[in-house]
């Protein structure tokens, strides 16, 4: 019912008789059902992630998971404007229509009377800046009152404000049964072209931002993790519907021969811009200003309501988090609000109410949550993609990741466009971006809490700052960290590289973060088996970091360390049948925007005098030859094969070739094979048995495709006993999109 109160208003009240004058009767009905599909689109991002993240503050704490404190901050700072200003555009719904009324009936004439020396319209603007005023600042004390209170009042108005609209749209249909000559209204249907229908879109587009108050309850929600997504999904198609519903009845609510028409039905409607669909109600239905009115009341109202909730909520988790002053996060004793976060919202509401002509503070809010709505479609992608194994879904959206994908191409189109209806919006907008910007940076960035789910680096050894090669081994244990050593010493002396050592601390879920320090000291003893082995010849850094998703922990460190190549080691058979080699070794296999290599087995100072490199073409084969040439005992002889199992011929003899060259190998570092069997896992397998070391380029699928089916690395992995390394290339567009984006 919040989503719906927050829909439901201006939308109809003021976007109707703009829309029609802009964008014509058809374009009328492509303007919101279109938005509604965009909506849609986005609905079910805030769907999947407030069903993972379900918390007060929405969109702020779904950007710092995905992104960190600073894009956070942007977000939460831009999710507070966007719904305050919203707020201000109800509030003048409200007014606007409620005086018209009073000013139809004729009780303003004795004022008018008494005031000669001033126009009509000027008075007319004051009392309805007054009364927005009064109205905000009614719904602001209810907000005051508490949750409970807001939530109720808030139903109740939304179900008088739908009975009221869908009445509306009811008599639109009598109207045609009535008077089946009224669907003429419709032709010309698109008489202005699509380009208008962009601007009217963007314009209207605030009308359909209701679902990101209900991510605002995850705090005071029962049961949010299956609630959130079906009110967002639910509320969006209702009020799409009834949009739709009500645009049709705007359309068909004059004829040609209405009397005081006198152009086409929907320039006459369009004429009136924000009051049009005002005037298009007084002549389809009896009663029909009256009625108009008390759909206002309850429209622009109950949405009121819910933006001051929403605009609350975010401006507190920002005070909550130490991003603003403390005085946002302090809470009502008795009430259980916020009140700190509700009185600077209420002075935005206030100011903007008051200063800014209706169509732009529309155009603001509208731009405003463009922008944060396009955030919320990066978040869904980059959480999905980093962090879906750490978190608890309760809903997850279809066709991932094309959604997303397609509404942030839209709300570009969307936003730019917008510049055609107000100028002034794109100009507060970047005005608001660049304030929270300097208060990020001079305020916040120091002051934030750290949340749980953030990287933190709890010791750090920086002695060396060079421009060589470099190689980040990741170091789990002391065991595992004299495994590494002889594979790295080899890699780094063939590289001339600089090592940076990492290890992660694993915190137990029900420990707190205070707790970190009892786990440093198994971390250096790891870290310092490995330094006392490489010091003498290679210059070495060393970090402990922490991160509740080790894999998550360490491919930001790869990206913050401009790594070239990760090592990392494997101790065997996964312990799950979800993840192929590894539930933290898959994800940064497929997420490094660097070279990696993951020995399995190749500690204890073995000689490896016989090595094999099954392939079958492609940079991760290529890369598989370099390190098996690296590992390699003086004198030998590495032996490339591939399967030939009868539906596909590769080169083998071309490809070592042009390889051998690229790398510049001797030719004779290499000879070849070609093993004929059916199955690729069986051949590999019987001819490996005679070799020391297999050196094997992984798969270039992504994961999600391989959780039903194993890739052959993998396979070659689980049932081979004999030491192995695998690879995978860094190079090419898809890891520099990785490192950059």
């Not at 407030?50 to 995905?66: C, D, E, L, Q, T």
């Amino acid at each position: 019912m919040m989503g719906l109160g927050m829909m439901i208003g201006a939308g109809v009240f003021l976007g109707m008789g703009i829309s029609i004058g802009r964008a014509g009767p058809g374009g009328l009905l492509l303007t919101f059902g279109l938005n509604g599909l965009l909506a849609m689109l986005t609905a079910m991002s805030f769907a999947e992630l407030s069903s993972a993240i379900p918390k007060a503050g929405g969109v702020y704490n779904f950007a710092r998971i995905a992104f960190g404190r600073g894009t956070s901050f942007l977000a939460g700072w831009m999710e507070w404007f966007a719904s305050s200003v919203a707020g201000s555009m109800y509030a003048l719904t409200f007014a606007i229509y409620t005086i018209r009324f009073f000013e139809t009936i004729g009780w303003f004439n004795p004022i008018f009377a008494a005031m000669p020396g001033y126009p009509p319209e000027q008075i007319i603007l004051f009392m309805e800046k007054v009364l927005a005023v009064a109205t905000a600042m009614l719904f602001i004390y209810i907000n005051f009152k508490g949750s409970s209170e807001t939530g109720k009042i808030g139903a109740i108005i939304t179900m008088g404000q739908i009975i009221f609209v869908i009445t509306i749209g009811i008599f639109g249909i009598f109207a045609v049964i009535k008077d089946p000559s009224r669907m003429q209204n419709f032709v010309p249907f698109i008489p202005n072209g699509w380009s208008k229908i962009l601007i009217t879109m963007g314009f209207t587009y605030v009308a359909f931002e209701g679902y990101e108050v209900i991510a605002q309850a995850g705090d005071e929600a029962i049961n949010p993790r299956k609630n959130l997504p079906k009110a967002m999904i639910y509320s969006v198609v209702i009020v799409t519907c009834i949009y739709i519903l009500v645009a049709f009845a705007t359309v068909v609510s004059v004829s040609a021969a209405t009397p005081g028409v006198d152009k086409a039905p929907w320039m006459w409607i369009g004429q009136y811009n924000e009051k049009g669909f005002g005037e298009a109600v007084t002549k389809l239905m009896p009663f029909g200003n009256f009625i108009l009115t008390l759909a206002v009341i309850f429209s622009s109202t109950s949405a009121l309501n819910a933006t001051i909730y929403s605009a609350t909520r975010a401006s507190y988790a920002l005070g909550r988090d130490a991003m603003m002053p403390s005085f946002f996060a302090k809470i009502h004793k008795k009430n259980k609000t916020p009140y700190g976060a509700l009185l600077a919202t209420s002075v935005i509401i206030l100011l903007v109410a008051t200063a800014l002509p209706t169509a732009d503070v529309a155009s603001s809010a509208s731009i405003m949550f463009l922008f944060l709505f396009f955030l919320v479609n990066l978040c869904v992608i980059k959480i999905r993609r980093n962090m879906s194994d750490e978190l608890q879904y309760g809903f997850m959206l279809p066709f991932f990741p094309i959604p997303p994908i397609a509404a942030i191409i839209c709300q570009i189109v969307l936003a730019v466009w917008l510049i055609h209806m107000s100028l002034i919006a794109w100009i507060i907008a970047p005005i608001w971006i660049a304030v929270g910007l300097g208060t990020y940076f001079f305020y916040a960035r120091k002051r934030a809490t750290t949340a749980d789910h953030e990287i933190q680096v709890i010791e750090e050894d920086i002695r060396h700052e060079t421009d060589k090669y470099n190689v980040m081994v990741a170091v789990a244990n002391p065991t595992n960290a004299t495994k590494l050593i002889q594979g790295t010493y080899h890699i780094c002396g063939a590289k001339d590289a600089q090592v940076e050592l990492i290890h992660m601390v694993s915190l137990p879920d029900q420990m707190p973060l205070e707790d970190l320090g009892k786990f440093v000291t198994p971390a250096k003893e790891a870290l310092m088996e490995v330094m006392l082995r490489l010091s003498a010849y290679f210059p070495i850094n060393t970090t402990i970091r922490y991160c509740r998703n080790i894999a998550r922990g360490i491919v930001s460190a790869v990206k913050e360390k401009k790594t070239n190549m990760l090592v990392l080691g494997w101790h065997g058979k996964p312990s799950t049948h979800i993840f192929n080699i590894g539930s933290t070794i898959d994800p940064i296999i497929e997420q490094a925007p660097c070279d990696v290599v993951v020995l399995k087995d190749c500690g204890g100072n073995k000689k490896f005098n016989k090595i094999i490199v099954p392939i079958a073409g492609g940079p991760n084969a290529a890369m598989a030859m370099e390190i098996a040439s690296i590992v390699a005992e003086d004198n030998c002889k590495i032996t490339v094969i591939t399967i030939d199992n009868g539906r596909r011929q590769f080169d083998l003899e071309a490809f070592v070739k042009q390889t051998s060259e690229k790398l510049n190998l001797p030719t004779d570092t290499f000879e070849t094979k070609t093993i004929k069997s059916k199955s690729a896992v069986l051949g590999i397998l019987r001819t490996v048995k005679n070799y020391d070391l297999v050196v094997m380029g992984t798969t270039n699928k992504p994961l999600l495709s391989q959780l039903m089916r194993a890739s052959l690395p993998e396979k070659i992995a689980r049932r081979c006993n004999k030491s192995m390394i695998i690879t995978k290339s860094g190079q090419g567009m898809s890891s520099w999109i990785k490192r950059w984006i």
